[in-house]
């Protein structure tokens, strides 16, 4: 799989947020947070989002990877 952000998996996946944050058991903020890498979601939140977006949880973290990567560049 290529490497994607969380907000790409999710777009990718044609979720809302708010459908994400409820399937999973979190907020739309804390996944818009997670999206925009300002927190890091808990192994048990990755392994929720590997679940939602059908990918593998190594997924998820590269993911919250890329988007660390992002920030620093930004930053």
């Given at each position: 799989m290529k490497?994607?952000?969380l907000k790409e998996m999710r777009i990718r996946s044609k979720k809302t947020q708010k459908e994400v944050a409820d399937k999973i058991g979190i907020t739309i903020t804390y996944l818009s947070l997670m999206e925009c890498g300002k927190k890091h979601p808990s192994?048990?939140?990755k392994r929720k989002l590997?679940?939602?977006?059908?990918?593998n949880t190594i997924d998820i973290y590269k993911a919250v990877e890329k988007q660390e990567k992002i920030l620093m560049k930004e930053g």
């Open positions: 490497n994607y952000t192994d048990r939140v590997a679940n939602e977006y059908r990918v």
